[in-house]
């Protein structure tokens, strides 16, 4: 898979909408050239399966094959032939701020998404965004076409990083449960008590497909430090000084145990769960879109 987007990661870059919207494109047309053929199939191209005629249904779509040789209606159905609302909830707490390289979880965050986003806007999706801290929640309802489109990624770069997650929230702010939706919740999961965890178990429904993108700096997740180091809690603003080598091994073992209690509890609510480090290759997380898409639709 390419990675000629990695060059358009400059700050002037990602924080514009010109330039956010170019970065999307690039990687979507960059993982899409990749396949050997096209999965976005509509009408009159390339289908998947068979399901019985309904009313309404346009007579073009009707096999007269399968007609002939069962004595039933049958409608060519299209991996993709339906459009859907795809939503996005981003966690934009300040420990989103924590940066490796010249790059930030936030940052990589509003790429993921965008990316995410453009390859919707191109199914003709409706694409909707919520960003979430405890000093404000903001929402763009679901929509398609160009010009929300833009507005979508402009919503993303005038979000602010505040706070941490809210405790207590009612997860009917975040969705409509009888809804038939795709739902993407980024975040880091920097939690106390088992927040976030407990707030993406209630959106999973039985007419959603619900996916976690957790967002670690690779530095993070291997514990690469050497010597005396100070860590701060960007949330609290808390400082605590470790020598690294001694805590390398204890801090491995929780963080371990952390996400796999995590994964096991999200996939036991049939969410689906994926890590992401700052190194990480955006185009990754197509596949699962398309996946997830393909399932709801």
Known sequence: MKDDYRALLKPEVINSVSGLSLISRVIVDGYLSGLNRSRRVGSGLEFSQYRGYEPGDDLRLLDWKMLARSGRYYIKQSEIDTHITVKFIVDTSKSMLHQEGEISKMEFANILVAS?????????????????NDQKLEALQPAIGKQHFNRFLYQLLKLRNQGKWPTGIASEKFHNRSDKELIFFITDFYENDGEITNMVKQLKTSRNEVSVLHILGKDEL????????????????????????????????????SMTKTREELLANGIEYELFTLDSHIGEVLQLFLKKRFIIS
């Not at 806007?121 to 694409?127: K, L, R």
């Not at 005396?228 to 400082?239: A, H, M, S, W």
């Open 116 to 132: 995410l986003a453009h390859l919707a806007h191109t199914q003709g999706d409706a694409v909707g965004l919520l960003t979430v």
């Open 222 to 257: 291997n514990f690469d430090y050497k010597g005396q180091v100070i860590f701060e809690d960007l949330e609290t603003g808390t400082k605590v000084k470790v020598n690294a080598k001694e805590a390398k091994a204890e801090y491995l073992r929780a963080l371990a145990r």
